[in-house]
């Protein structure tokens, strides 16, 4: 399978580091905003194509699939772009900034027919995948999520501390983890309220934000973020259940006593953007809808919609 990717920062470099464990799947394009420093991760990766043009990585021969890990105001419009070529897609999260747009990326896909995933990447994580095996299997029920998204972001810099060409957004990107995940545990939401903190004065944006979300099955979630923490940084859940209490770290999982709890034997792998990238390849190569497919994420951008007007963004 050849595969195109687009956006060669921080996260699309993590796709590359997945990839190569994939049996089968050569990325044979890569797409970035400035052609020496892309062309230096091409050779980094034995990528035998760069360019700064998603169009003319689209014309590759035999493309089978892109994915998508540009800038957020970019991903509905070329995800779009990548299913008017003929190409499967997955889009890394956030499939969009807005609720029109994230309507417009799931007509495309009814339209065509074409694989078209989201990285909703807490879907994968081995950690994630432990707690919904046990909802699913009927040994837990959510009654509350508690999550705290924190980064430290005064400057716009990305992952690896550069500086950035877009502006990064708690509510459409890092709350999407969130929302997502809470109806992927606990149901579909079904009332949601925010209030942000002050706009930075350069970034335009709010650095804080709390929400409060509730699901149809009764649970609670309540999310805080914050561009402006000095401390640990990154996304901790914890999940009180009727009869157990888990906390979350990305691939890593503990229970309400901080013991750990082995998750080595819940996927192939430990690593949550590997498995993300396996379930594309695999729902392509099966010819079936993938988890976390743009259909099945879209209620997700619902809920920011209605946060965003509710915030009077």
Sequence with gaps: MKIALAGAGAFGEKHLDGLKNIDGVEVV??????LDPTQAIAEKYGIGHATTELAEALEQPGLDAVILCTPTQMHAAQAIQCMDAGKHVQVEIPLADSWADAEAVVAKQQETGLVCMVGHTRRFNPSHQYVHN???????????MDVQTYFFRRRNINAKGEPRSWT???????????VDLFAYQAGKIVAAHAMQGPIHPELGIAMDLSIQLKSESGAICTLSLSFNNEGPLGTFFRYIGDTATYIARYDDLVNGKEEPIDVSNVAVSMNGIELQ??????????G??????????LDCYRVLGDLERQLGA
Aim: no cysteine; glycine share 8%; hydrophobic share 35%.
């Design 29 to 34: 394009s890569l797409v970035g905003r400035r």
């Design 134 to 144: 046990e909802i699913t299997g009927g040994r837990l029920n959510i009654q509350q």
């Design 168 to 178: 990064d957004h708690l509510l459409w990107h890092h709350a999407a983890h969130t």
């Design 277 to 286: 990238d396996r379930e594309f390849i695999a729902a392509i190569r099966e």
């Design 288 to 297: 079936r809808e993938p988890n976390s497919s743009v259909g099945q994420v």
